[in-house]
Nanobody
Framework: QVQLVESGGGLVQAGGSLRLSCAAS????????IGWYRQAPGNQREMVAT???????NYADSVKGRFTISRDNAKNTMYLQMNSLKPDDTAVYYC?????????????WGQGTQVTVSS
């Protein structure tokens, strides 16, 4: 069973920064794609940023230029550096890993970490 554990959330003022971490219980290279999603109250979960095994990245338009996704394969950990935070970034942030097994995609999720940005 794969476990993903997020950390680094908290309360920050608008314009501030936070760095989220996601530690995996197995090699993150086993995932075809890993990434961050978020869900604000009353909203659907949305993609924030993803990174593939080949280091291709993808960002939501709302965070481009402010957030940076990265990973440390040696530590089996993924990061999300969040700068210039806005109140609209307030949400529970989830770590996600996707594994492809014979054309079937399996999703693994962390428990989430709360990010609150005050105005």
């Amino acid at each position: 069973q794969v476990q993903l554990v997020e950390s680094g959330g908290g309360l920050v003022q608008a314009g501030g920064s936070l760095r989220l971490s996601c530690a995996a219980s197995r090699s993150i290279k086993s995932f075809s794609t890993i990434g961050w999603y978020r869900q604000a109250p009353g909203n659907q979960r949305e993609m924030v940023a993803t990174i593939t095994r080949n280091d291709a990245t993808n960002y939501a338009d709302s965070v481009k230029g402010r957030f940076t996704i990265s990973r440390d394969n040696a530590k089996n950990t993924m990061y999300l550096q969040m700068n210039s935070l806005k109140p609209d970034d307030t949400a529970v942030y989830y770590c996600n890993g996707k594994q492809l097994v014979i054309a079937t995609s399996y999703d693994y999720w962390g428990q989430g970490t709360q990010v609150t940005v005050s105005s």
